[in-house]
């Protein structure tokens, strides 16, 4: 049962520490997005890769966050500082040019005191 | 004004009633329409898939979209308590991003 995986599940830090989340995108999947939710925004999209090359981060802080992906099983989204704002659960998610649907992860959720 | 708009509920059901959601959108470009299932502290799971204007069943779900108006709707029939989840309509044009509703609380009480 193929799906996408995230680590950590849960993260509670300090605000000004660096917080790092990873993804493992389902095998064979060559888009991978991240999204964060929140109850007052709902699902807001962060940024997206498609084999491994970032198309868009619009969606993304610039000063404080930054997403990779160092090859094609791992994207990384990095908060540093992290700012008690940027409490929410971080999802990531994958799926296929030419197929418009999307597998999500677990989801990341991040408390920063 | 958002350009996909869902009522954020809670919606409330006796077991076994139908679940009549709907969301409306004002982007007439969307040509792709999903509904995604979100149990507490989970992942959204995918759950049905529209291209297009029209109607999609699956088992207890249907799906309808309905372009003229903008409008997407699904229903859950002979609804379960294991069905008290939030349900999430997402949309997109081609080469777009995939634009989310804020999600409908749905509580089916035993």
């Known amino acids: 049962d193929a799906r996408v995986t995230q680590t950590p599940r849960h993260k509670v830090t300090e605000m000004g520490q660096e917080v790092t989340m990873r993804c493992q995108p389902i095998l064979g999947h060559n888009t991978v997005f991240w999204y964060r939710q929140t109850m007052m925004q709902g699902l807001e999209l962060l940024a997206y890769f498609r084999n491994r090359a970032p198309l868009d981060d619009s969606g993304m802080p610039k000063d404080r966050f930054s997403a990779e992906m160092p090859d094609a099983t791992l994207a990384t989204l990095k908060i540093q500082p992290s700012e008690p704002r940027d409490s929410a659960v971080y999802f990531c998610a994958s799926g296929n040019r030419g197929e418009e649907t999307q597998y999500f992860g677990p989801g990341t959720r991040l408390l920063v005191l | 004004q958002k350009e996909v708009e869902q009522d954020p509920g809670p919606l409330s059901v006796p077991e076994g009633a139908i679940v009549s959601l709907n969301c409306t959108y004002s982007n007439s470009a969307f040509q792709y329409f999903m509904w995604y299932r979100q149990y507490s502290r989970k992942g959204p799971e995918l759950l049905m898939y529209?291209?297009?204007?029209g109607n999609k069943e699956d088992g207890r779900f249907t799906a309808q979209v309905d372009k003229s108006s903008k409008y997407i709707s699904l229903f859950i029939r002979d609804s379960q308590p294991s069905d008290s989840a939030t349900y999430l309509c997402a949309m997109k044009k081609w080469g777009g991003k995939l634009q989310f509703g804020a999600g409908t609380q749905v509580v089916v009480t035993p």
């Open positions: 529209t291209y297009s204007s």
